[in-house]
């Protein structure tokens, strides 16, 4: 039984290379930080709130998918020709939908989270208020 | 009146478990779609990713001819199944450009001698900025290109055999 479960680990040892696919190198800027702490600290700030679409809930920050290294030096590079961080976010935006931004948005489909907490809370504090009323 | 409130709770607990155990029966859509259909493909310009055929740019897209824009690459395995149905595409009369992601010339070769070459252009993009800019997020996706540039159609994943009657009258549609 060892002796069969040795042999299949070890032919899936032999197997797994074959899936190590990509050759190129990453891209210049996916590991690379930008000289200026500043300009680096704003691609962090905005890569961190951006999503890696291969892995998915994931930021391209965390992600070591190749994609989100080509994201990350696309960030980095707009970032060092002095483009706004958001309007970065708004290029990405308009091809991929809200879905690449973990930045919360009020739009029509979202403002019920927005709203509902405010509202539980005005409810919370009437209920409150009549029940210490009712006491004193 | 009192009494039903206590209910309140076990109801909305039922209305959430019910609500998550419906989700967990609906198949789920891992796909992100593209938000550029209708838009016009940004401006690039691409060297060649193979000897053979030249490289690709905007202005190829551009030329009036409604076209397939293939995102491809030699170290996808889905892109090797979708490779006859291309070639079936190629032969109906369809014109297919493709974009090499992250390739290399060498292996590029290799892949269109085994598994055949359905393009007419072939540009090399080796930062993923032409697949970033038309809002493609992996290998193989196709797109319908109008003679305008103007993105019509975008197909997610290998093209199979089901897929190219659609994509031929997509084409038709658009004035191939």
């Given at each position: 039984?060892?002796?069969?479960?040795?042999?299949?680990l070890?032919?899936a040892?032999?197997?797994?290379?074959?899936?190590?696919q990509?050759t190129?190198?990453?891209?210049?800027?996916?590991?690379?930080?930008?000289?200026?702490?500043?300009?680096?600290?704003?691609?962090?700030?905005?890569?961190?709130?951006?999503?890696?679409l291969?892995?998915?809930s994931?930021?391209?920050?965390?992600?070591?998918?190749?994609?989100?290294?080509?994201?990350?030096?696309?960030?980095?590079s707009?970032?060092?020709?002095?483009?706004?961080?958001?309007?970065?976010?708004?290029?990405?935006?308009?091809?991929?939908?809200?879905?690449?931004?973990?930045?919360?948005?009020?739009?029509?489909?979202?403002?019920?989270?927005f709203?509902?907490?405010?509202?539980?809370?005005?409810?919370a504090?009437?209920?409150?208020?009549?029940?210490?009323?009712?006491?004193? | 009146?009192?009494?039903?409130?206590?209910?309140?709770?076990?109801g909305?607990?039922?209305?959430?478990?019910g609500?998550?155990a419906?989700?967990?029966?609906q198949p789920?859509?891992e796909?992100?779609?593209?938000t550029?259909?209708?838009?016009?493909?940004?401006?690039?310009?691409?060297?060649?990713?193979?000897?053979?055929?030249p490289?690709?740019?905007?202005a190829?897209?551009?030329?009036?001819?409604p076209?397939l824009?293939?995102i491809?690459?030699?170290?996808c395995?889905?892109?090797?199944?979708e490779?006859?149905?291309?070639?079936?595409?190629?032969?109906?009369?369809?014109?297919?450009?493709?974009?090499?992601?992250?390739?290399?010339?060498?292996?590029?070769?290799?892949?269109?001698?085994?598994?055949?070459?359905?393009?007419?252009?072939i540009?090399?993009?080796?930062?993923?900025e032409?697949?970033l800019?038309?809002?493609?997020?992996?290998?193989?996706?196709?797109?319908?290109?109008?003679?305008?540039?103007?993105?019509?159609?975008?197909?997610?994943?290998?093209?199979?055999?089901?897929?190219?009657?659609?994509?031929?009258?997509?084409l038709?549609?658009?004035?191939?």
């Amino acid at each position: 039984m060892m002796r069969f479960i040795l042999a299949i680990l070890s032919a899936a040892l032999i197997v797994m290379p074959a899936s190590a696919q990509q050759t190129l190198p990453p891209a210049p800027l996916a590991y690379e930080q930008l000289s200026d702490p500043a300009q680096e600290e704003a691609a962090q700030a905005l890569m961190e709130t951006l999503r890696c679409l291969k892995c998915q809930s994931q930021s391209i920050a965390d992600s070591d998918a190749p994609m989100a290294g080509d994201m990350r030096h696309q960030v980095r590079s707009r970032i060092a020709a002095g483009e706004e961080p958001e309007a970065i976010r708004a290029w990405l935006v308009e091809r991929y939908g809200d879905y690449v931004s973990y930045a919360p948005t009020v739009s029509n489909t979202t403002w019920p989270l927005f709203a509902i907490p405010l509202l539980l809370l005005i409810v919370a504090g009437v209920i409150i208020r009549r029940r210490v009323g009712k006491r004193s | 009146m009192n009494k039903l409130w206590i209910w309140g709770p076990l109801g909305l607990f039922l209305m959430f478990s019910g609500l998550a155990a419906y989700q967990l029966t609906q198949p789920k859509d891992e796909f992100v779609q593209s938000t550029m259909i209708g838009k016009p493909i940004p401006d690039f310009d691409l060297r060649p990713a193979h000897q053979d055929r030249p490289g690709l740019a905007i202005a190829d897209l551009k030329d009036g001819k409604p076209k397939l824009l293939n995102i491809w690459a030699s170290w996808c395995v889905p892109c090797i199944a979708e490779a006859p149905h291309l070639e079936a595409l190629n032969r109906a009369g369809a014109e297919i450009v493709g974009v090499a992601i992250r390739d290399r010339p060498a292996d590029v070769a290799r892949f269109l001698a085994q598994h055949g070459n359905p393009y007419t252009r072939i540009g090399a993009d080796d930062l993923s900025e032409v697949q970033l800019s038309v809002g493609s997020s992996g290998v193989p996706e196709t797109f319908v290109v109008d003679g305008n540039g103007i993105i019509l159609h975008q197909h997610i994943g290998d093209v199979r055999a089901e897929h190219v009657p659609m994509l031929l009258q997509k084409l038709a549609e658009a004035g191939a």
